[in-house]
T-cell receptor, first 114, second 113 residues
Framework: GDSVTQMEGPVTLSEEAFLTINCTYT??????LFWYVQYPGEGLQLLLK?????DKGSNKGFEATYRKETTSFHLEKGSVQVSDSAVYFC?????????????FGKGTLLTVNP | DGGITQSPKYLFRKEGQNVTLSCEQN?????MYWYRQDPGQGLRLIYY???????QKGDIAEGYSVSREKKESFPLTVTSAQKNPTAFYLC????????????FGDGTRLSIL
C-alpha cells in the first residue's frame, strides 16, 4: 500500500540556519504530495503542495520539489525563524480511485532556538 | 470566515462511557474526515465521508462510530469498545476532488478519567 517516510526528529536548529526535512514515499501511479505544519495545540495547516513530477511547491520561504525518480519530496528553507518551530507532516494522495484519502508520515518536530 | 469548528477543545470520559466529538464546517465541502493523532505515530484515519448519508471505515475504525446527516456536520462517537481512547482527534474536510488539500479543525483532546 501507499506509505510516507519522514526523517525522524526532533530537529533542533539555531535561527537563520538552513533546514531540510527528508520525505520519501511509496505509491502507485502519480500521487499528489503535500507538506502540512502543526503548531502546538492546533490542527494542521497546508504549507505547500505539488501535483506532478518536477513541480516545486513553495510558501513562506519553504520549498519542496516533487522528484519522481527518487520518490522524494524534501522540505527546505534557507533561513529558519523561531516562529517556524512546529511539527511538519509530509503526505500523499494517491492518484486514481475516488476516495481522496491522505497518507501521512509520522511527523518531524522542529525546534528553532534564538 | 469559513472554516472547521471542533468542540469541545478538551473532553474527559469515564471508563465505560460513550462520548461524542463535534465537527462542523461552513466551507461547503462534500468530503469530511476524522483522524486520531498519537505522539510519534502521525495521523491515522478513523472514518471518512464523501457525501451526505454515506461514510466509510478508515484504518482504525474499531470502537468508533460516525453519522453524516447534514453536509456541514460529521460527529464522531468514541464508544466504550475503544480500549485506548486517550488521544488528540482531528476533523478535516475537502471539496472531494483530486489534489484539493484537506482543511483541518483545531482538534479535540480526549482523556480518560
Amino acid at each position: 500500500g501507499d506509505s510516507v517516510t519522514q526523517m525522524e526528529g526532533p530537529v533542533t536548529l539555531s535561527e537563520e540556519a538552513f533546514l531540510t526535512i527528508n520525505c520519501t514515499y511509496t505509491a502507485t501511479g502519480y500521487p499528489s504530495l503535500f507538506w502540512y505544519v502543526q503548531y502546538p495545540g492546533e490542527g494542521l495547516q497546508l504549507l505547500l503542495k505539488a501535483t506532478k513530477a518536477d513541480d516545486k511547491g513553495s510558501n513562506k520561504g519553504f520549498e519542496a520539489t516533487y522528484r519522481k525518480e527518487t520518490t522524494s519530496f524534501h522540505l527546505e528553507k534557507g533561513s529558519v525563524q523561531v516562529s517556524d518551530s512546529a511539527v511538519y507532516f509530509c503526505a500523499l494522495e494517491a492518484s486514481g480511485g475516488s476516495n481522496y484519502k491522505l497518507t501521512f508520515g509520522k511527523g518531524t518536530l522542529l525546534t528553532v532556538n534564538p | 470566515d469559513g472554516g472547521i469548528t471542533q468542540s469541545p477543545k478538551y473532553l474527559f470520559r469515564k471508563e465505560g462511557q460513550n462520548v461524542t466529538l463535534s465537527c462542523e464546517q461552513n466551507l461547503n465541502h462534500d468530503a469530511m474526515y476524522w483522524y486520531r493523532q498519537d505522539p510519534g505515530q502521525g495521523l491515522r484515519l478513523i472514518y471518512y465521508s464523501q457525501i451526505v448519508n454515506d461514510f466509510q471505515k478508515g484504518d482504525i475504525a474499531e470502537g468508533y462510530s460516525v453519522s453524516r446527516e447534514k453536509k456541514e456536520s460529521f460527529p464522531l462517537t468514541v464508544t466504550s469498545a475503544q480500549k485506548n481512547p486517550t488521544a488528540f482527534y482531528l476533523c478535516a474536510s475537502s471539496p472531494g476532488n483530486w489534489n484539493q488539500p484537506q482543511h483541518f479543525g483545531d482538534g479535540t483532546r480526549l482523556s480518560i478519567l
